[in-house]
């Protein structure tokens, strides 16, 4: 069983940067692919960011792909976010998600609560 908190989200102007930070417990943080997602007001939850379980690949939706940067600390258990150049059509709830899959597939096991982002035109 893994736990996942986010935090890290909050109002910024558009054009802004945050990064989200999302805590894991357990001892098995790094075995786990994680991965975003975000889902919008009357919207589906899609898919944002993914890094393998060893850190060495990465793979960024179309949409965030230049602003975004996924990255995991193995020490901390946390993966993290970091966002640049914030569009207000990026405001949503973002979730983390872990999973043993391998990342590209983008099918989690386990979720977060999510953490609010507003980006404000």
């Known amino acids: 069983q893994v736990q996942l908190v986010e935090s890290g989200g909050g109002l910024v102007q558009a054009g802004g940067s945050l990064r989200l930070s999302c805590a894991a417990s357990?001892?098995?943080?790094?075995?786990?692919?994680m991965g975003w997602f975000r889902q919008a007001p009357g919207k589906e939850r899609e898919f944002v960011a993914a890094?393998?379980?060893?850190?060495?690949?990465?793979g960024y939706a179309d949409s965030v792909k230049g602003r975004v940067t996924i990255s995991r600390d193995y020490g901390k258990n946390t993966v993290y976010l970091r966002m640049n150049n914030l569009p207000p059509e990026d405001t949503a709830v973002y979730y983390c998600?872990?999973?043993?899959?391998?990342?590209?597939?983008?099918?989690?096991?386990?979720w977060g609560q999510g953490t609010q982002v507003t980006v404000s035109s």
């Open positions: 998600a872990a999973g043993s899959r391998p990342y590209y597939t983008r099918e989690y096991d386990y």
């Open positions: 357990g001892r098995t943080f790094s075995t786990y692919a």
């Open positions: 890094i393998s379980w060893s850190g060495g690949s990465t």
